[in-house]
């Protein structure tokens, strides 16, 4: 008995440490038991780097700010681990995506294909899928820029023709090709990104001060606006004077033609420091989990006191 209450106060303790880290909107902001995770907002890096000329701090983080799409609410594509993306609620006529980066990884694919959507699939590292679709249409070939054309390797201007997808409109675009992605994207015509509805990055080694990463950005910025970014911290932190910002964050795009934004009062970037876990959780289950643990806690205390005989 006594252990049992040694350790049910101890699950207590940390559910309010977690508990007490949400933001409001129900969208809760873990962090990990180190200040290693403890990273700044995006909003507040964006705007010390832009009391100052932004251009000339080549300042990245200006463009990585997410807003509300109105009337689109987010929804996680995939399962609740490593490899799904957030997006908006809005599939309309939307028929075709490139997923780019798969490794054994495909759940993301496997959702878009159960709405009817075909999946162009490229990873120049995979010898074969772990399993088949008919909305699969996978290639061994990695996506690169123009100067790293060669037998396995092209550019994402080549997948579309190759795939007699030049005229089409509306598409979903997803990168995750460890930090090749700079070069790619760099050398992508911003015609060809407005054939994209969606864009979902994972961006790689970020820093503040480096021309390829601002250009890259800035390109897309234009073009497209960020509504989710949750960080991946495995590969440590970068810094903008003493803001700290992880290296790896997972962006979700939306076109900016036919869309209204407003401003997002969530904190960016979500923490997400484990797979096996989504980034949105709902605050309300986590309330109920400690209210479970209080509740017997109490209960197994009076249960304890009334076997409990008191010598005089």
Sequence with gaps: MIIFIILTTIIIILALIIFR?????????????????????????AQKCLVKDPDEQLCIYQFLCPKEVKGKKRVLIGEKTDGSYVMLDDFE??????????????QFDKALADKGIDIFMYDHTNDKLPYENKKFHW???????????????QTLEEMIKENG?????????????ESAEWNSLNDISENTLLKFKYILVEYHFLSDSNILYYNVLKKIYKTHQVFYAHCCPFLGESHFGNNRICQAIEVSYIIRSGNIFTTDNTIYPV???????NPIFDVNILKLIIKYFIFFYILNIIQFLSKKKIIY
Excluded: W
């Design 165 to 177: 997808h030049v005229q089409e409109k509306n598409m979903i675009l997803k990168i995750d090709i």
């Design 21 to 45: 880290n949400n933001t409001s909107s129900n969208i809760l902001k873990l962090k990990f038991f180190s200040n290693n995770y403890n990273y700044n907002n995006l909003y507040e890096i």
């Design 93 to 106: 006529n939307i028929k075709i995506a490139y997923s780019i980066g798969i490794r054994d990884i495909i």
């Design 139 to 153: 290639k061994k070939i990695g996506l690169g820029g123009n100067s790293e054309r060669k037998h396995n390797i």
């Design 271 to 277: 923490q997400k420091f484990s797979y096996g876990f």
